[in-house]
């Protein structure tokens, strides 16, 4: 009897169909993570073009506040507005961004409160003496992601602002 060393041509058949099964899932999951991604910006596309909203009463308070570290009261200001979502997309919150006399952008936070008419609150802005012009963005939620419909972006110059 002959040494035979190797594999019978029923293994070597089973790992060649078990290659080419790897294979072609490795294929399917890379190309459906990338049509899902086409997808996603076109569905956000679509939904951004939904938004519409009306916003208006665009002011600035200012506040005496105490200093966390220090304790002392300093003077801090944000903006306020109200809007009124008159589109199918649920607006989730909004991206705003203080723009200043050579175009560095700051953004900073807001929140909604909702009682009829919404009134967005930011949090206090820092060094408000440079701050030149605001974008105000609408941010939406698709599949659990928050997107920003910088199409629908309401920009101001400070000077537009009254105090609240």
Known sequence: MKNMKGLSMVMTTLL??????????????????????????????????????????????????????????????????HFKNNGNVSIQGFSILLIDNTGNSVPIGSEIEVSGIQTVTSDFIPNVNKVNKIKVSPKIVLNKKIFICSENEKTLSWSELKLC
């Open 16 to 81: 060649t169909i078990l290659m080419v099964v790897l294979i072609v899932g490795a294929i399917f999951m890379w190309t459906k993570s990338s049509v899902f991604q086409v997808q996603a910006v076109a569905d956000k596309d679509k939904m951004c073009s939904e938004v519409d909203f009306v916003s208006g009463d665009f002011c600035y308070e200012t506040q005496n506040v105490p200093n966390m570290n220090t304790g002392i009261i300093e003077s801090k200001t944000r903006i306020n507005f």
